[in-house]
């Protein structure tokens, strides 16, 4: 079978992709707009006529296109007159790309919760194999010590990776005793130098899947730590005898227990090792191919759509591209549906592409941009003004852009409103845990007003506290939590509220509550150490300070705060 493989890859660039030799008659050909790659194609080009160019010289049987989420395939793919499969990686982030764009092709392929949760409309992920993968090249043992007891490196972004930041405190905690180190950032190869000084590598995947981290900790010689809510990673490697399986529980007793035991440790990251050296992905690839030739054609149920529908998908699906020449393809392609289609949909999706030109600085006249994007808003308000999110995103560009609308009156309407028709396109920050945790439902297809609402709820208590409302403050604050407790930045809000009362004992119970619902957050950590003073608390103070100080001095970008804390250990023991 001859595949024309897009986007980002499997194998990841050319030099892993000539690691693989197929024993099967597969071969495979790169395709891309811009780059490394045998074919090229151009952003207004539909896929007929680039399969009908590429065949030509070589003709392809299916075309791959790894995370079309962010790299889109040419236009009109659904018209593809080959077999069309789809790789598609981070669902949790971009569904509202996706809700109608998977139908266009013939086969998806994803992890396994998408296989079981992902709503989209027409098409059904599959789950045949993991869709990471080690480089080769890359990730290989190396000849250094191994120096770092207790290492994470990668997204510390705790909105989208609440579980693993709670996690990584347990971790964390540690570094009086271990060597723990929790960081980001790194280039491939120190990375991989990082992976060979670790002894114990911990991981937890944001969709329960089997990571990158999966296969590039154990083939760098480390012990792998998985979480056991994983739902694939358990099928490759052996809990004790090739990885090793944990949860919040046991997580610090395991760490002790192989950290304790080199000899154990040795021998089960060894295991590890020669496991997932045997599923690197040029080995993989054969059964892959295998199993995408012998799969039929879809239905490609995008057809089926009303064309007004079609053309917003068109726009959706480009508008995310990392390139740029697809995101100028996507406005232009919104300019010319909004000249005769003003839904609401619509023009939440003008709203949605001004607010980001502004945000980027790629408009000459930035103020003129923002009002053409309230504009929008308010126009997709007042044909929809039951749905919450008009008014949330009007609010969210009061707060950023000082456009000269009422902040306050727009959250207020987000907490009437009892409509999510709109809510794909609510704007926000994948640092904020209520945006990162709405794009999740939205994948689920558990939409409700309630979690904008207990956003909206969270910065009217905010608003409230600068403006010295103690009143409001609290009982927004008190909303918020009851619509969504898990999330923590509303109980630090009504904790300043009581605090401003001089109700310290309130003030410190619900900074307890809200505590496990944190990672990493120094300020909230502060706010209930000084709780514990205002009480008389200092030895519960103490032991905080302690804590926190063990945690940052874990992870260099907040290591700084690791002499603040215990600098107060010290003024309260």
């Not at 944190?518 to 103490?542: E, Q």
């Amino acid at each position: 079978m001859n595949v024309l493989a897009m986007g980002i890859a499997l194998w990841g660039d050319r030099a892993h992709l000539d690691l693989y030799r197929s024993t099967r008659g597969h071969e495979v050909r790169l395709l891309a707009l811009a780059g490394d790659a045998d074919f090229h194609f151009k952003a207004d080009e539909t896929a007929t006529e680039v399969v009908g160019r590429v065949a030509a010289e070589w003709p392809p049987d299916v075309l791959l296109c790894g995370c079309p989420e962010v790299l889109p395939p040419p236009r009109e793919v659904e018209r593809c007159p080959i077999k069309t499969v789809a790789l598609l990686s981070d669902w949790n982030l971009y569904q509202p790309q996706l809700e109608h764009n998977l139908a266009r092709f013939d086969i998806v392929l994803s992890d396994r919760l998408a296989e079981r949760e992902l709503c989209v409309w027409g098409a059904r992920p599959h789950f045949v194999q993991p869709l990471y993968a080690h480089r080769t090249l890359v990730h290989r043992p190396l000849e250094i010590d191994r120096d770092i007891d207790v290492l994470f490196l990668g997204n510390l972004n705790h909105a989208i990776h609440r579980e693993r930041g709670r996690m990584l405190e347990i971790a964390a905690r540690l570094s009086d005793e271990y060597r723990v180190l929790i960081d980001a950032g790194y280039p491939p190869e120190d990375y991989a130098r990082h992976l060979n000084r670790a002894r114990i590598v911990v991981n937890h995947a944001v969709r329960r899947e089997m990571n990158l981290r999966c296969f590039e900790a154990p083939v760098c010689g480390a012990l792998l730590f998985f979480e056991d809510a994983n739902l694939e990673a358990g099928d490759y490697l052996a809990d004790g005898e090739q990885a090793v399986r944990y949860n919040a529980g046991n997580l610090e007793g395991l760490l002790r227990t192989y950290l304790d035991d080199e000899e154990k440790r040795a021998a089960v990251a060894r295991a590890g090792r020669e496991r997932i050296a045997g599923l690197a992905i040029e080995r993989r690839l054969d059964d892959l191919f295998d199993w995408m030739e012998v799969q039929p054609r879809g239905a490609r149920r995008f057809l089926e759509l009303p064309e007004a529908v079609r053309a917003l998908a068109d726009v959706m699906l480009y508008a995310s591209s990392l390139e740029t020449e697809q995101r100028a393809l996507a406005a232009a392609l919104l300019g010319e549906l909004l000249g005769r289609d003003r839904t609401p949909p619509c023009l939440m999706a003008a709203g949605c592409m001004l607010f980001e030109e502004a945000a980027l600085g790629g408009s000459p006249d930035a103020a003129k941009t923002v009002r053409a994007c309230v504009d929008r808003f308010q126009e997709a308000a007042q044909t929809a003004p039951t749905d919450a999110a008009p008014w949330f995103n009007l609010a969210v560009v009061a707060r950023q852009a000082n456009a000269g609308i009422a902040e306050l009156e727009c959250l207020r309407r987000v907490l009437d409103a009892h409509d999510v028709a709109l809510s794909p396109f609510a704007l926000g920050k994948v640092t904020d845990p209520y945006y990162a945790a709405w794009r999740l439902a939205l994948g689920r297809g558990a939409m409700s007003p309630a979690l904008l609402q207990a956003a909206a709820a969270a910065r009217l208590a905010e608003c409230a506290l600068e403006r010295g409302d103690n009143g409001d403050a609290l009982e927004f604050a008190r909303q918020s939590i009851m619509l969504r407790p898990e999330i923590a930045v509303p109980y630090r809000w009504a904790a300043m509220a009581h605090t401003r009362a001089g109700a310290n004992d309130e003030a410190a119970r619900l900074l307890e509550v809200g505590l496990p619902h944190t990672a990493f957050d120094v300020d909230y950590r502060l706010d209930l150490v000084s709780a514990y003073r205002a009480l008389g608390r200092h030895d519960t103070a103490r032991a905080l300070a302690i804590e926190s100080a063990r945690i940052f001095q874990a992870c260099p970008p907040l290591r700084r705060h690791a002499i603040q804390f215990r600098s107060l250990a010290v003024e309260d023991g």
